[in-house]
């Protein structure tokens, strides 16, 4: 069990927008800044999301992201069938490990 | 561009030892650290340590802490991954990942392609 909590999946039709949660603690998430990372099937993770809320170059403003206090949440509008993957959140531990959420499988339905 | 490329494929017995390579292209090898990833089949994401490919310096994840080692050859901007006293849990596919967070963070920008290592006897 991660100690970053995901849902383990989560669905729209093409066109919605959809959120996905990942919630943690004050050691992590509330003092430390949150990523997020797509895996498409059968590939290597790709950064999405960086520093609660920046895109790195390259991936579409469909995708955002925010924080607030122990929480986070990864935002895609505009839903695509392409969209469809596992979805992860990480964040620095106090503890100095890094931690990754559960995932979160999304379905374009 | 970016590139991490890694070893192929390993099946390796219980009590073994198996070690990952990285070879990294693209960018200036000693500017970034090298963070090491797996997943086990049909689950998720697991961080196990980083390594600075500046001065070598180290952080493992608490559980594996013991049977890891990770080091680089900024001779050859390479970076490997040895995990010892294999368990048929430690099955997964191993990523490399190029870290920009210093160490204290999570911000892995690029990826290898993965490494299946098996575990069986």
């Known amino acids: 069990q991660s100690v970053l909590t995901q849902p383990p999946s989560a669905s729209g039709t093409p066109g919605q927008r959809v959120t996905i949660s990942c919630s943690g603690s004050?050691?992590?998430?509330?003092?430390?800044?949150v990523n997020w990372y797509q895996q498409l099937p059968g590939t290597a993770p790709k950064l999405l999301i960086y520093?609660?809320?920046q895109r790195p170059s390259g991936v579409p403003d469909r995708f955002s992201g925010s924080k607030s206090g122990t929480s986070a949440s990864l935002a895609i509008s505009g839903l695509q069938s392409e969209d469809e993957a596992d979805y992860y959140c990480?964040?620095?531990?106090?503890?100095?490990?890094?931690?990754f959420g559960g995932g979160t499988k999304l379905t374009v339905l | 561009q970016v590139q991490l490329v890694q070893s192929g494929a390993e099946v390796k017995k219980p009590g073994a030892s198996v070690k990952v390579s990285c070879k990294a292209s693209?960018?200036?090898?000693?500017?970034?650290?090298i963070s090491w990833v797996r997943q086990a089949p049909g689950q998720g994401l697991e961080w196990m340590g980083w390594?600075?490919?500046?001065?070598?310096?180290?952080n493992y994840a608490q559980k594996l802490q013991g049977r890891v080692t990770m080091t680089t050859d900024t001779s050859t901007s390479t970076a490997y991954m040895e995990l010892r006293s294999l368990r048929s849990d430690d099955t997964a596919v191993y990523y490399c990942a190029r870290d920009d967070s210093s160490g204290f963070g999570v911000t892995l920008d690029y990826w290898g392609q993965g490494t299946l290592v098996t575990v069986s006897s």
């Open positions: 693209g960018y200036t090898f000693t500017s970034y650290g």
């Open positions: 004050s050691s992590n998430i509330g003092s430390n800044t």
């Open positions: 990480a964040a620095w531990d106090d503890s100095l490990n890094a931690l």
């Open positions: 520093s609660n809320n």
């Open positions: 390594i600075s490919a500046y001065n070598g310096n180290t």
